[in-house]
């Protein structure tokens, strides 16, 4: 099983839609998630953090379900501008010493057309 | 512009050459990480310093690359005797300790090819 799963779409929604991507991850032992936006031939940035008691900022809301291993992120009423590949990141937490490793998957790509 | 600067940005080598790329982190980041990003893919670990102190390294990371932070502040990573499967690009991230949920800021990268 890989360490950090996503479906690679594309996802092609039109403006205005709301998409939901998934994430599950292997580790039981990750300790922090988050997820980044990487547009084309770009660095990725921070999107949000992802915690247990799930996260809201603005149009986005990222959940965690740790008995699960699953994280997700919806985006609710999509913008042209919001058309990147999402990155699930986990961070792969060692016992003991801990590691700030962190571990991407392959990213899903979105689409918002006009 | 107080970001993450790499440097070059683009690199084309012919096979068998070394190369060395430099990152410069946030200045107050002790924590500088290198990953590697092919076409389709995630950006894959290679390794992590926290100041000076290289804490860990990836399987990806063979005898023909080595990695450095002298001073705990900028950072090389060298390739020696490039191969064709060493292209792609080398993003550089450096993070504050000590909050896990510390943002990593990547830098704009250096794009490797070898021909």
């Known amino acids: 099983r890989k360490e950090v799963e996503q479906d690679p779409g594309p996802f092609n929604v039109p403006e205005g839609a709301t998409v939901a991507f998934n994430c599950t991850y292997s580790?039981?032992?990750?300790?922090?998630f988050f997820w980044y936006r990487q547009d084309c031939r770009k660095e990725p940035k921070l999107l949000m953090s992802?915690?247990?008691s799930g996260n809201e900022d603005g149009r986005f809301t990222a959940q965690l379900n740790r008995a699960s291993q699953y994280i997700s992120l919806l985006i609710r009423d999509s913008k042209l501008s919001d058309s990147a590949t999402y990155l699930c990141?986990?961070?792969?937490?060692?016992?003991?010493?801990?590691?700030?490793?962190?571990?991407f998957g392959k990213g899903t790509k979105l689409s918002v057309i006009p | 512009d107080t970001g993450v600067s790499q440097d070059p940005r683009h690199k084309i080598t012919k096979r068998g050459q070394n190369v060395t790329f430099r990152c410069d982190p946030i200045?107050?980041?002790?924590?500088l990480y290198w990953y590697r990003q092919t076409l389709g893919q995630g950006p894959e670990f290679l390794t992590y310093?926290?100041?000076?102190?290289?804490?860990?390294k990836s399987r990806l990371l063979s005898d023909r690359f080595s990695a450095e932070r002298p001073k705990g502040s900028f950072s090389t990573l060298e390739i020696q005797r490039t191969e064709q499967g060493d292209s792609a690009m080398y993003l550089c991230?450096?993070?504050?300790?000590?909050?896990?949920?510390?943002?990593?800021?990547f830098g704009q990268g250096t794009r490797l090819t070898v021909v």
């Open positions: 580790n039981s032992a990750s300790q922090s």
């Open positions: 310093f926290q100041n000076e102190a290289q804490l860990e």
């Open positions: 992802v915690y247990s």
């Open positions: 200045s107050e980041h002790n924590r």
């Open positions: 990141v986990v961070n792969k937490a060692y016992s003991g010493a801990g590691s700030y490793q962190l571990t």
């Open positions: 991230a450096s993070s504050l300790e000590p909050a896990l949920n510390t943002e990593a800021f």
